[in-house]
């Protein structure tokens, strides 16, 4: 039974409703603890949960198929939440050629898993909390695995030691001892993730459209290439690159991300999680003015064609050497502008806006870029 008032939500005859099970009950398909994985035009059309959930696991592509309507059915849902989901994976993830449409989440979402240090019970022994109820469950650390260190108010990664054993005390606490003794700034409050679990990534020549959330979110300290592909109507930001300790507790900062050749139409039709421009860089972090260095860094975003209405292409926080060049922007009216400067920056250095066009013709200048704790000899412009 609905509780809504729909006409006051903008609902009207002929539009469609869908109900969907909050609490994601199953995924569709399963990969876990499996090497050198590939699917070949495969194709899910409908799940509860995550359409693809990928853990534990090395290698994996997928080459075609996707997540989508299947033909002749009316239907507009596909997947409860991501079409395809990486947590605690290593090696390379390729993704290419694939339709991912309908789902309620991203289309992918790469991340590690961080616990929350509880307690420091000796010199080599931590006491930790999965702290997401999602998040319970997954086989984080094994011995022999190396751990690092995260400072949870800030977000700076820290140095590794080796698991010598983690053993769980419950369903939602383990205990874990290292090798090596702990560094002595490791405190309640902080977050452990497994430094040897970070996967590549290639999402290429994919299609990306009428969803919920985001069209795709990447946290991984290793190289992501995000090439040729269409976001179209995705209902948030088109590319994610996130990063916390304190809510998904979904790890991996960026160090090396590539975005170009791709097409963007329309996207943040609606607001949602970390959804504050096109390209959203949103690492979560506490307390961002006592950082010493920067969470996200190299960041290339070029050769890209925006056909979007009047929103932010660009936020980041605590991102250094970020790029924005060559690019095309054509503005259309086709939704209600937010009136807000293309670019939004909050503590974050070396950045560079070179050779874009746009349409109707106009030329950026620091005038059209928000600063937050960046100074404006950060921000470079040319062509």
């Given at each position: 039974?609905?509780?809504?008032?729909?006409?006051?939500?903008?609902?009207?005859?002929?539009?469609?409703?869908?109900?969907?099970?909050?609490?994601?009950?199953?995924?569709?398909?399963?990969?876990?603890?499996?090497?050198?994985?590939?699917?070949?035009?495969?194709?899910?059309?409908?799940?509860?949960?995550?359409?693809?959930?990928?853990?534990?696991?090395?290698?994996?592509?997928?080459?075609?198929?996707?997540v989508m309507v299947r033909k002749g059915t009316g239907r507009v849902h596909t997947a409860g939440a991501d079409a395809t989901h990486f947590s605690n994976t290593r090696g390379g993830i390729v993704v290419e050629k694939a339709l991912f449409e309908g789902m309620?989440?991203?289309?992918?979402?790469?991340?590690?898993?961080?616990?929350?240090?509880?307690?420091?019970?000796?010199?080599?022994?931590?006491?930790?909390?999965?702290?997401?109820?999602?998040?319970?469950?997954?086989?984080?650390?094994?011995?022999?695995?190396?751990?690092?260190?995260?400072?949870?108010?800030?977000?700076?990664?820290?140095?590794?030691?080796?698991?010598?054993?983690?053993?769980?005390?419950?369903?939602?606490?383990?205990?874990?001892?290292?090798?090596?003794?702990?560094?002595?700034?490791?405190?309640?409050?902080?977050?452990?993730?497994?430094?040897?679990?970070?996967?590549?990534?290639?999402?290429?020549?994919?299609?990306?459209?009428?969803?919920?959330?985001?069209?795709?979110?990447?946290?991984?300290?290793?190289?992501?290439?995000?090439?040729?592909?269409?976001?179209?109507?995705?209902?948030?930001?088109?590319?994610?690159?996130?990063?916390?300790?304190?809510?998904?507790?979904?790890?991996?900062?960026?160090?090396?991300?590539?975005?170009?050749k791709n097409t963007f139409i329309n996207n943040l039709t609606s607001r949602y999680q970390f959804t504050n421009a096109i390209i959203s860089i949103y690492p979560e972090v506490k307390q961002l003015d006592k950082q010493r260095d920067y969470y996200h860094r190299?960041?290339?975003?070029?050769?890209?064609?925006?056909?979007?209405?009047?929103?932010?292409?660009?936020?980041?926080?605590?991102?250094?050497?970020?790029?924005?060049?060559?690019?095309?922007?054509?503005?259309?009216?086709?939704?209600?502008?937010?009136?807000?400067?293309?670019?939004?920056?909050?503590?974050?250095?070396?950045?560079?806006?070179?050779?874009?066009?746009?349409?109707?013709?106009?030329?950026?200048?620091?005038?059209?870029?928000?600063?937050?704790?960046?100074?404006?000899?950060?921000?470079?412009?040319?062509?």
């Open positions: 039974r609905l509780s809504w008032n729909l006409r006051q939500k903008g609902i009207k005859p002929g539009d469609t409703l869908v109900l969907r099970n909050y609490n994601r009950p199953h995924p569709g398909c399963v990969v876990y603890r499996a090497r050198k994985t590939s699917l070949n035009d495969v194709s899910l059309h409908q799940s509860s949960g995550m359409a693809l959930l990928v853990q534990r696991s090395e290698d994996f592509r997928m080459k075609g198929g996707g309620m989440d991203d289309a992918i979402n790469v991340h590690s898993t961080c616990l929350g240090v509880m307690e420091v019970v000796d010199s080599h022994t931590l006491k930790c909390k999965y702290m997401h109820r999602q998040a319970v469950g997954f086989e984080v650390f094994l011995p022999g695995e190396k751990i690092r260190f995260i400072n949870g108010p800030t977000l700076e990664p820290g140095r590794t030691a080796t698991v010598k054993t983690a053993v769980k005390k419950n369903s939602a606490e383990m205990v874990i001892t290292v090798e090596e003794p702990l560094p002595s700034s490791v405190r309640a409050g902080d977050a452990v993730e497994n430094a040897d679990f970070y996967p590549s990534v290639v999402f290429r020549n994919n299609i990306v459209r009428n969803n919920r959330a985001r069209g795709s979110l990447f946290t991984t300290p290793e190289r992501v290439l995000v090439e040729g592909n269409l976001f179209d109507h995705s209902s948030g930001s088109a590319i994610l690159l996130a990063g916390d300790a304190q809510g998904w507790y979904e790890s991996g900062a960026c160090h090396e991300v590539v975005i170009r190299n960041v290339l975003i070029e050769n890209n064609v925006f056909k979007t209405f009047d929103v932010p292409l660009l936020f980041a926080i605590s991102t250094d050497n970020l790029k924005f060049i060559n690019n095309k922007v054509i503005y259309n009216d086709e939704f209600k502008g937010w009136g807000q400067k293309p670019f939004q920056f909050r503590r974050c250095a070396n950045i560079l806006i070179k050779d874009n066009k746009v349409l109707p013709p106009r030329t950026w200048t620091l005038e059209d870029c928000k600063l937050e704790n960046t100074p404006s000899d950060q921000v470079r412009f040319g062509g």
